[in-house]
Every structure is written in structure tokens, then in C-alpha cells.
């Protein structure tokens, strides 16, 4: 097995143009446990670690966080909350406190896990994914188009991500993860929500309930459309109990579970309805308080 | 205890609480565990296992591995010179697979090369033509039951010559056909439990000059694997030499042999040292594992809460080979009515022979399944008759006096009302501030899944029950060699046991002994190795009874030789001698010579064979015997909050009072209660090896959940310390009775919240919700 160090962003795409069948490396959370517990050996690994500008963020004119694949989970958690706080919250449900700190954003992507826990908050606030390769330069995916099987996503063999690029928060957002110990666990099945108190949309996100992660579509459109049509933004009063309900119900029947040893179908659908309950009074809660300290 | 009267200066004797020899290595990362042994020159091993659990082997063909640029070796059943079958109780599980495989992961065939990775990807290449066949997953099906204890099912395959029954162990006491006023009839079963040490299976073989091996592995007991290592390879006991290698965990998983005979296979036939060293999923199939049960209880109770009487029947699924299975049930059905005196007594209890993993030796040892199903029993009849559940546990209690249902006296402290009432009366947790929000102690953690919503808190009670050392008659015995001389003008004790380190603080306690009795300070351990008689299993709760036991015995006649040295020098009997901070003291004259110029050149050894009393094999038709060498017994107390829309777990407090005898190391006895509680626990909410249809599907620790911090709770732990007159220095065993209480305890607080059943074990999210769709079910 080939081990290939570029020391810069340029070099590495010229060797993944050349090696499409390099296996990239940032944190080796992932990749390394594959390695040691499976027989699959790559033929050859690209290490991402040498290029210093994976591992930075930056705020794009138009109040996107540009967040480079190499950026960790403690990065996002210790310098992101207030601007991404979806993602924060499930960058504190990863792994260890060790595996947050090497693991990163743009590794979760590459493996394309179902149960990756980046995933459904950057589904809920519709990120796009900068990829890049040699000959064709930079393209952004959307997050929509980005997971396309188990454990597949939309790169071409010689493209890397770059970053991700992604709304900061224009109101309150939660994360919710189901596991069956209090740490250290991959999702059974999580859940994102994003309310933009701006264009007074909601975003949904749904991990490890289905072949790839999704969009609860169906829930955010009703959400959406009752919010506005019931003037709820302005008034900032509690939600209609119905209306709560209602929205757990099209989240679960969103999910496309199947039962696996971490867990039941049926389990999944009934607790992503409880999920999606419990994020959207707290979310909407906190918009509601928020509101009433201002006013 | 006059031992305590003694004064002394120094520091690190029994009742303190000395830093472990092995402390700072283990630490700071330095310790060198079996899976960091290296030589120079050495082969990598590599074991081809059957992804089949139950298929009959046309033929092997090695020849594509042997092509490999790098392999040395490739070996098969036929390559194996003695016997090819090895077990702890009888050799029924074969070195590697000859004409069939019986579970997944069994062993087929071996690769020797010089570098791991050719060694792996050699064993791939071996084709191995399996005729695949029907495996049988369920232990009631293997021994032929239609229904509880109740035989007539015909046609079962046999898996053995002998048909798939490995052991019945009947219990019989009392009236055959009692009356009660309440009966109270439960069914559960317990899933398949891993030791998950984190330390895999590893070792080091070298071929030796004069045709033999010397081996260098992590084990729980070298003389027994040098028995079984000798009839595989047809060499004597001279010629397989054992070294234990650094241990990282073994809670009973390393009892049976793993790698040990195929690396000495591997290295004596390419005449190189040959490594092996599993990874986490060929660990998960490397070793045994926890029976599952199946359990159905009867107890027939007065309306005060008196039990009358228990029929009990239990099914263990031993999987493929016997390993400790017998013993096993024997231990399951000796205590699995609990710590309870009941004068009307039927119990059976069977282990089987399935297609599934082989199971054995875990911790707690066929205790911990019957104590789910007893101590729900307990809780089912105090909510019956409307009765708090410690004092029905209370009413029922076995005293010091009492009889066990098999006929054995209790004679020694069975404080198990005293505990109950000690654990009852710690403080309980607080309830969670609702202000003040802090994930990490809601169900769920920092997933963030309830902020309180659904969240109800219950609390629960068990008490454990089990034997210590090795019962039903076994020889059970450890040697020590102690050794006293003077080295640079100092006496410096060194001490020989093959009695094996696992982490438990054997060695601490081996220190503190010598220090205790010869009063010197300088107490060197010699590596435990098979050049110094049997030291008996690390198991059992045994080793600080009896290599404990055997020390103390070899210090006592060194102390004897050296006093005789003594008054040789100063010329006449003196009496009232002691040893004390490395001086020959009397009572009644004072000093009377420093070690150093009485022994002078001389070397006071001696080596001592300990036994504990005898116990007795069980009648075939009652089970009456004395069967047990000692009861050990602990009482728990959790405190649970429970999601119950989500049906996820925070256990909020696991207090335990224990009578442990004497705390020969307090520190060390406590560590034990913490551990065990948390392994207990992990059975209770999480730890399951999933097995479907033979196959192990979650062979990781992506999968196979155990216990990270947020899960435990700070733990209030009380020891008592009521000596046993039996045992040296009055000690109790300590290890596994933590681990048997904890779980029933989380338990029985999880039904007090939920309001659901819960006979599965572990309990799984769907269960606490009350939902029908459950992960594992029975065939």
C-alpha cells in the first residue's frame, strides 16, 4: 500500500488525478478502523494532514462559514457554536473526546456513512459541498445531491473535498441522536432541525433511517407553510400541540429504516417522531424566549 | 488478626492500601502486554477461521498460500503431532477443524510468514470446500425439550458423540409437591456476554534447543494450558515451558486456550519464533463468552412473604465445545436460588451443546443469570402480596446457620440483612434540577434526546450470591516459593508463584503479604512462569484466598527457619519471636539480631502446596454435597432515570455494601466493586454479542457497547469485614459478587419506572418502551 503525502492543496489533487484510487486520509477515525478491523486495503492512502489550509474556516461575504475538510469536530464545537450551532451539537455526540479532536467534518463526508453525524444538520441547512480536482477545478454540490447509496457520495474519482460551505444559523437549530450508551456511539437514528427565522423556512435532517442521510421533506414544507400561515414567526406564541404532532408524524414517515443490530425499524420511526417532537418545542421555544427578552 | 498488633514502621502490608508494583508502567503507557512481545527474527501467525457455523470440510487446499513470497508455513489438523482436541473439562474442541466446523470463527488452518500482513492475506488464499449444514441455535431444542423441562423432541442432530447435553444438574430438598398460598411464575433470558478485555489474544513462542517451546502469552492459568498444550503437541511438561506475558483483562475469557498451541505449532515447525496477535473482531470470535439462559422460575410464597418453595429450570447454550460449561451449570443451579433459605427446592439446570459460540468462563460464573431471574422473582412477589422488596429479600434471607439448598451449612458470616439494610440506608441521589440543565446526566447524554420530557426514575435492590474458589471436589490448590536472603547488607524476599497477574492486584498483594509476615520491605516478584508448581486459576474470586493462602503458608515456614537460625546464634530457645522492619525480635527480650548478620550467607527458601478445605461432588439425583469452599455476598442499590418515550437509560446511582472478610487491600477490593458493578451493568442495559442463526453480528466495539463514563455513576461503596474463620486472614473473595447485584439491582429499578415486564436481559430501548419488537427472540 502506497502512502502519499502532498504538502499542498495543489499537489494533492495532481496525485488523486493520477491515483483515483487513493483513499483520502484526514483524522483517521474512520479510515484507520476499516483498515484494522477489515481486509479492504486500498491501494493506496493520501494524506491530507500536510496541507494547512484544510484546517482553516473562514466567513464568505454572503454570511457562509467556508469550512475546510480538515477542520475538526473540537474546532467546529470550540469556535463554531453561535454561527453553526446544529452542527456543533452533533459535532459533541462524535466519538471521544480524542476522536473529536483529529476527526473531521470533510472525512465524515468523504465515508458518506448513513449514520454520520455531520450529515443531517448540513441537510437541514441546505450546505453545499465544495469538491476540486485537477483538471476541472472547484464545483459546490448540493448537500441534496451529495449522498447518493451506502457509503457513496457525488465526488468524481479524482476530486477531493474541499469544504464545506454552509448558512450560518438565522435562528434556533437542534440535533438529537439516538444511541444506546450515553457517549460514544454511533447514531441508531438522529435528527437535525434548522428554523430560518429569516425567510421563515424550516430544514430538516435525518441520519441513520434510511440508505443514505435525507431530508424530512414532506414535515418541512408542512412546517413551513403553517408557520407562515398562521403568521407564527410574527407572533412568537407556542406551537398548536396538533401542529407538533403532525410534524413528528411526517418526519418518521419521511425515514426509510430498516432493522440492523443497533436497532429496529420500527424503534427508528417511533423515535425520530419523538425526536423531531422534543427539537421542534425546544427550538421553538428558544425563538419564542429569544423574542420575548427582546420585545 | 493479631497481625495488626504488631508494630511496625513499615508501610505496604495487609489492611494498607500500597501502590501496585505495576502502577507507574501502566500509567504512563510503558507496561509491555503480550501483544508488545518482539524477537528478533520472529514469524508472524495468521488462523484461517469457518465463516460457517456448522458445516462438514471436503477439503482444504493450501498450496496458493504456500506460494506466497514470504510464507513459511501453512499447517492443518494433519499437522498437528498429539492429540488434536483440548478443553477445561474434557478435550472435545480440536487444536484446528478436521472433517467439520461447529460455530463461526472456528480454527481450520494456520499461516506463518514474515510479516503480519502476507500471514493474513496467505490464510484468504487457503480454499477451504465447506458442505454447509442446518446449525442448531437454540439449547432447549439441542437437548431434545419440547417445553420446559420436558423431553420428547426427536431427530436433533447430535453435535458430539455423545449427544448435546453437557450437563443436568439436579437439585432436590424438601417436600416434592409443597403448597403455597401465591405462586409466582417468571420467564427470562439473559444474552450472550463478552469479557471485552481490552488486551486481545497474544503471544510469543520460541522454539527451544533441546526440541521443546518455551511460550510467552497472556493467560488466566499457565499449568492448565501447559497440560492441554503438552497432549497437543505429544510433549512432556519439561518440554513446553509457560511464561506469563503482560495481561490486559481477562474476566475469564482467557481461561481456555486461543492462540497458545498454534503458535507453538507455527514455531516449531519453521524453528522461529512465531508471534500471534488477534485483532478486535478475531478476538470477538477468539474466545468464549457468557452462557445466555433461558430461566423459568416457580416460587410459591406465604402471604406474609415467605417462600415456600422454588422450581426452577435452566437452559445454558454452552455453543459449540464444553469448555466450563459443566461447572458452570453446576454453579447456576447451586446458587441460583440466590441468598435466600427456601426448605422445598427443585431445580434443574442444563447446558448444551449449539451451533453457537462457544461459551465458558465470565465473571460471576452461571451466578449472573440466575440472579436476574431470582431477583425479579423477589420483586414480583413484594408487588404481588403488597410488600416492600427489601423486606421480603429481608424475610427470606440466609443467615450464618442456614442451609443452602444443597444440604450445605453456611458456616461462616452471611450478612445479607445487615447489607440490605446498610445499602437501603446510604443517601439517595437528588432529583435533577430542572433548572439547571446539564445533558450529561439525562438518558440519552450529550445526544441530547430529553431535556426531561419522559423521563421517570426507579429504584431497585439485589443481593449476590456466590462461591468462591473451585468447588464440587477439584484438587484446588497454588504453590509459592519464598525466598529470603541478604543482598548489599539488606534482606530482600523474592517470591515464585505461577499464580497469574491480570490486573486484579494479585501482585500488590503478594507484596503486602510477605511484608506482613517476614517483616521485610524488599519484596521482589519473580516472573510467574510454569518452573514453579501450579498456582492454580486467576478466577473464581480465588487467588488472594489461595495463593494468598499458600504465600502466607511458605512465609510462615521461612519465619519458622530463620527464628531456628536465630537461636542457634544467640544460643538458646527465645521466646515470643516475631519478625519486625527486617529484625528477630522476642517479646520478652527484645532484639535480638538484625537479619542481615543472622542469616548472613544463608538462604532460607521454601515452597509450600496450599489447599482450602475440600468440597464434595454433588449427589447425581439431589445435588446434596458440600459442594461450596466459602459464600461471598453483596448488596446493591441503583437508581435509574429512564427515558420512557425513548426507552434510553441513565443510571443515576450504584451504591454496594460488600462483606469481604478482611480487606487485605482496600484500595485494590474497592477497584474490584467499582469494576465489576460496571460490567454488571453493562450486562444489564447494553453488552450483547447478537448471534443470528449462528452468527456473531456485532464482532466489535463499534457494536458491542460496553460502559463509557457517562454511563457510570459515582458509586458509594461500604465494605464489611466479618472474617471467615476457613480463610487465611478471614478474607472473602471479591471479585465477581459486584458484577452478579449490580445488574438484577439496575433491573428491578428499570421495571419500577417503566411498569414493563423486562425478561429480556439486556434490556433493550424497544423493552423499556414497552414496545413488541425486540432485537434477539428465542427460537
Known sequence: MEFLTPMGWDEALAMKADRPDALPLAGGTDVMVELNLTAHRPAALLDLTRIPELRTWSTTANEHIRLGAGVTYRQVIDELADQLPGLAMAARTVGSPQIRNRGTVGGNLGAASPAGDSHPPLLAVGAQIEVSSKTRGSRLIPIDEFFTGVKRNALAPDELIAAAVIPTARGPQQFSKIGTRNAMVIAVCSFALALDAHTEVVGTGIGSAAPTPIRADEAERYLTEVLQGLRLWRRRSPLPESVVRRFAELVAEAAAPIDDVRGTAVYRRHALSVLARRTLTWAWDEYWATGQSAA | ?779
Open chain 2, 1 to 779: 488478626m493479631t497481625l495488626r498488633t504488631e508494630s511496625s514502621t513499615s508501610t505496604g502490608r495487609i489492611g494498607d492500601s500500597p501502590q501496585r508494583p505495576d502502577a507507574t508502567l501502566k500509567v504512563t503507557g510503558q507496561f509491555a502486554y503480550s501483544s508488545d512481545l518482539w524477537m528478533e527474527g520472529m514469524l508472524w501467525g495468521s488462523t484461517l477461521r469457518s465463516p460457517h457455523p456448522y458445516a462438514r470440510i471436503r477439503s482444504i487446499d493450501i498450496a496458493p498460500a504456500l506460494a506466497m513470497a514470504g510464507v513459511q508455513a501453512v499447517l492443518t489438523a494433519d499437522d498437528v503431532p498429539g492429540i488434536n482436541a483440548y478443553g477445561l473439562d474434557h478435550p472435545d474442541q480440536p487444536v484446528l477443524a478436521e472433517d467439520v466446523v461447529r460455530y463461526q470463527g472456528e480454527p481450520v488452518a494456520l499461516v506463518a510468514a514474515d510479516h503480519p500482513e502476507v500471514a493474513r492475506l496467505a490464510a484468504e488464499r487457503i480454499v477451504v470446500d465447506y458442505e454447509q449444514l442446518t446449525p442448531i441455535t437454540d439449547a432447549m431444542t439441542a437437548v431434545g425439550h419440547v417445553d420446559w423441562n420436558t423431553p420428547g423432541r426427536t431427530g436433533v442432530p447430535s453435535l458430539h458423540p455423545d449427544g448435546n447435553l453437557v450437563r443436568h444438574v439436579k437439585i432436590r430438598t424438601g417436600d416434592p409437591d409443597p403448597k403455597a398460598d401465591v405462586v409466582i411464575i417468571g420467564e427470562y433470558d439473559v444474552g450472550m456476554q463478552d469479557q471485552a478485555f481490552l488486551g486481545p489474544e497474544s503471544g510469543l513462542a520460541v522454539p527451544a534447543e533441546d526440541g521443546g517451546i518455551d511460550l510467552y502469552v497472556a493467560t488466566q492459568w499457565l499449568h492448565v494450558d501447559q497440560k492441554q498444550i503438552c497432549a497437543a503437541l505429544g510433549l512432556g511438561p519439561d518440554k513446553v515451558r509457560l511464561t506469563l506475558a503482560g495481561v490486559g483483562g481477562a474476566f475469564g475469557g482467557r481461561e481456555d486456550l486461543s492462540m497458545h498451541v498454534h503458535a507453538c505449532l507455527l514455531a516449531i515447525h519453521t524453528g522461529k519464533p512465531v508471534k500471534i496477535v488477534y485483532n478486535r473482531a478475531e478476538s470477538f470470535l477468539g474466545h468464549v463468552h457468557r452462557h445466555p439462559a433461558r430461566m423459568r422460575y416457580e416460587h410459591g410464597v406465604r402471604r406474609d412473604g415467605t417462600i415456600v418453595y422454588v422450581h426452577a429450570t435452566i437452559y445454558l447454550d454452552g455453543g459449540a465445545y464444553a469448555s466450563s460449561t459443566p461447572a458452570v451449570v453446576a454453579n447456576a443451579a447451586t446458587m441460583g436460588i440466590g441468598p435466600y433459605d427456601v426448605p422445598n427446592v427443585r431445580m434443574d439446570c442444563y447446558g448444551a451443546y449449539t451451533n453457537n459460540p462457544p461459551c465458558g468462563a465470565m465473571r460471576g460464573f452461571g451466578t449472573v443469570q440466575a440472579a436476574y431471574a431470582y431477583e425479579a422473582q423477589l420483586d414480583r412477589i413484594a408487588a404481588e402480596l403488597g410488600l416492600d422488596p427489601v423486606g421480603v429479600r429481608c424475610r427470606n434471607a440466609l443467615h450464618e446457620g442456614s442451609r443452602v439448598p444443597t444440604g450445605q451449612l453456611v458456616d461462616s458470616a452471611a450478612p445479607v440483612v445487615e447489607l440490605l439494610h446498610r445499602v437501603e440506608a446510604l443517601p439517595l441521589p437528588p432529583p435533577v434540577d430542572p433548572s439547571r440543565l446539564d445533558l450529561r446526566e439525562q438518558p440519552g447524554g450529550v445526544s441530547n434526546t430529553t431535556h426531561g420530557e419522559g423521563v421517570r426514575r426507579g429504584v431497585g435492590y439485589a443481593v449476590a450470591f456466590k462461591n468462591v474458589g473451585f468447588s464440587e471436589g477439584f484438587d484446588d490448590y497454588s504453590t509459592a516459593r519464598v525466598r529470603l536472603e541478604i543482598v548489599g547488607g539488606e534482606p530482600v524476599v523474592t517470591v515464585y508463584t505461577a499464580a497469574a497477574e491480570v490486573g486484579q492486584g494479585l501482585v500488590t498483594v503478594e507484596q503486602q503479604i510477605v511484608r506482613t509476615e517476614l517483616g521485610v520491605e524488599k519484596v521482589v516478584l519473580a516472573p510467574a512462569d510454569t518452573r514453579v508448581g501450579n498456582g492454580g486459576s486467576t478466577s473464581a474470586s480465588r487467588q488472594t484466598y489461595v495463593t494468598g493462602g499458600a504465600l502466607k503458608a511458605a512465609c510462615e515456614a521461612v519465619r519458622a527457619e530463620v527464628f531456628d537460625v536465630a537461636q542457634r546464634c544467640y544460643g538458646r530457645m527465645v521466646r515470643g519471636l516475631r519478625l519486625v522492619d527486617g529484625k528477630v525480635v522476642s517479646d520478652t527480650e527484645g532484639g535480638i539480631g538484625s537479619l542481615a548478620d543472622l542469616l548472613a550467607d544463608t538462604v532460607v527458601e521454601r515452597t509450600v502446596e496450599w489447599r482450602h478445605r475440600p468440597t464434595y461432588p454433588l449427589d447425581p439425583e439431589t445435588g446434596q454435597a458440600d459442594a461450596h469452599v466459602q459464600y461471598a455476598f453483596a448488596a446493591h442499590r441503583a437508581v435509574v432515570d429512564v427515558d420512557t418515550e425513548l426507552g434510553l437509560v441513565k443510571v443515576v446511582a450504584l451504591d454496594c455494601v460488600q462483606d469481604v472478610g478482611r480487606a487485605i487491600n482496600p484500595q485494590a477490593v474497592r477497584g474490584q466493586i467499582y469494576g465489576g458493578s460496571v460490567q454488571g451493568l453493562g450486562l444489564a442495559v447494553m453488552e450483547e454479542i447478537v448471534v443470528t442463526d449462528g452468527l456473531v453480528r456485532n464482532a466489535s466495539f463499534t457494536d458491542y457497547l460496553i460502559p463509557t463514563i457517562l454511563d457510570v455513576p459515582p458509586m458509594r461503596v461500604e465494605l464489611l469485614e466479618y472474617a471467615d474463620p476457613h480463610a487465611p486472614y478471614g478474607l472473602r473473595g471479591v471479585g465477581e459478587p459486584p458484577t452478579i447485584s449490580s445488574g438484577p439491582a439496575i433491573l428491578s429499578a428499570l421495571r419500577q419506572a417503566t411498569r414493563q415486564p423486562l425478561t429480556h436481559i439486556p434490556v433493550h430501548p424497544d423493552h423499556l418502551i414497552g414496545g413488541p419488537v425486540a432485537l434477539t427472540n428465542p427460537e
